[in-house]
Nanobody, 126 residues
Framework: QVQLVESGGGLVQTGDSLRLSCAAS????????VAWFRQAPGKEREFVTA????????YYSDSVKGRFTVSRDNAESTVTLQMNSLKPEDTAVYYC???????????????????WGQGTQVTVSS
């Protein structure tokens, strides 16, 4: 498994942008699909986006499509989540997760990922 550490969270205002990073270590990162999930207070953790190992395929939830962009740098073992036009409903703890066995139909399911970071808080004020 890889070890994951998120960074970049903070407090911003509606309409602002924020960039989250997920740094991986421990094993060859390039073969892993990486996803971002988020969990708002009192709500279940939900899928945000995923990126395949070769960056050719990315997937987004409807709630962030067109506002968030995921990218990765396998040489640096990092995945970046660029979040634009932030809304108060984007407020949550954001987690990155990785798997080298997840299949297409399971990309948005938490149980498909064995490696998780500790999370980073994103707060969007209105």
């Amino acid at each position: 498994q890889v070890q994951l550490v998120e960074s970049g969270g903070g407090l911003v205002q509606t309409g602002d942008s924020l960039r989250l990073s997920c740094a991986a270590s421990g094993r060859t990162f390039s073969g892993y699909t990486v996803a971002w999930f988020r969990q708002a207070p009192g709500k279940e953790r939900e899928f945000v986006t995923a990126i395949k190992w070769n960056s050719r395929h990315t997937y987004y939830s409807d709630s962030v499509k067109g506002r968030f962009t995921v990218s990765r740098d396998n040489a640096e073992s990092t995945v970046t989540l660029q979040m634009n036009s932030l809304k108060p409903e984007d407020t949550a703890v954001y987690y990155c997760a990785a798997s080298n066995t997840v299949i297409q139909s399971s990309l948005s399911f938490q149980r498909a990922y064995r490696s998780w970071g500790q999370g980073t808080q994103v707060t969007v004020s209105s």
